[in-house]
């Protein structure tokens, strides 16, 4: 299957800085790219849709300014949080589509991020 | 709104146990269903992808199945391995068009643990 690459896959950073976590497809052109967050013991939480070249979408409840996302290829798209406090703590999952097919996503490794 | 539900929520079988994993959906109005595995701190790795139109799908040791009338899928694991312990999760993803495309709805997982 496809291959997509997240990075860093661990960071801790001090509260009130901002975090950036880069998600790559390797071998394919991704149209659209998801952010998930999953809090321990518990499913993928969907954060927001990214589309190359145009503004995210986020879902009900996330916020945009403290989330910023941009996708300005077809094969990276970043996540920014901003300002982070130890609330932001979680594990961060993305994931892409090339467009095609049976909307076939591939999912990254995971970035598992602390805030002290 | 799309809810998926998966039951068990978690699972203890001894090894070379054959064994089945169900998800439930609440709307029948799927473009394709997807079964993912989790290992503990990692990102997700597709098993099996079952589209609308058909019933089932197979992989090695793997069989997935849909009754996307009955608002079910199935996992069946055959002769299970210590190495098959992981999270599983099911996903769906909506009919195309409108503001849910290509959005995964993900059930909360079931556990397994398959002991020597």
């Known amino acids: 299957g496809a291959v997509v690459s997240q990075h860093p896959s661990r960071v801790i950073c001090k509260s009130g800085t901002s975090v950036k976590i880069e998600c790559r497809s390797l071998?394919?052109?991704?149209?659209?790219m998801f952010w998930y967050r999953q809090f321990p013991k518990k499913s993928l939480m969907l954060m927001a849709t990214?589309?190359?070249?145009?503004?995210?979408?986020?879902e009900q409840g996330v916020e945009k300014d403290k989330f910023l996302i941009n996708h300005a290829s077809l094969t990276l798209s970043t996540l920014t949080v901003t300002s982070a406090h130890p609330e932001d703590s979680s594990f961060y999952i993305c994931?892409?589509?090339?467009?095609?097919?049976?909307?076939?996503?591939?999912f990254g490794p995971g970035t598992r991020l602390t805030v002290t | 709104k799309q809810e998926v539900t998966q039951i068990p929520a978690a699972l203890s079988v001894p090894e070379g146990e054959n064994l089945v994993l169900n998800c439930s959906f609440t709307?029948?109005?799927?473009?394709?269903l997807q079964w993912f595995r989790q290992d503990p701190g990692k990102g997700l790795t597709s098993l099996l992808l079952?589209?609308?139109?058909?019933r089932e799908q197979t992989s090695g040791r793997l069989n997935a199945s849909l009754d996307k009338s009955s608002g079910r899928s199935t996992l069946y694991i055959a002769a299970s391995q210590p190495g098959d312990s992981a999270t599983y999760l099911c996903?769906?993803?909506?009919?195309?068009?409108?503001?849910?495309?290509?959005?995964?709805?993900f059930g909360q997982g079931t556990i397994l643990t398959v002991h020597p």
């Open positions: 071998d394919f052109q991704a149209t659209t």
């Open positions: 079952i589209q609308s139109s058909q």
């Open positions: 996903a769906t993803i909506p009919s195309a068009g409108g503001t849910s495309y290509g959005k995964l709805t």
């Open positions: 990214s589309n190359e070249g145009s503004k995210a979408t986020y």
């Open positions: 994931s892409a589509w090339g467009g095609e097919g049976p909307y076939e996503q591939y």
């Open positions: 709307d029948s109005a799927i473009y394709n």
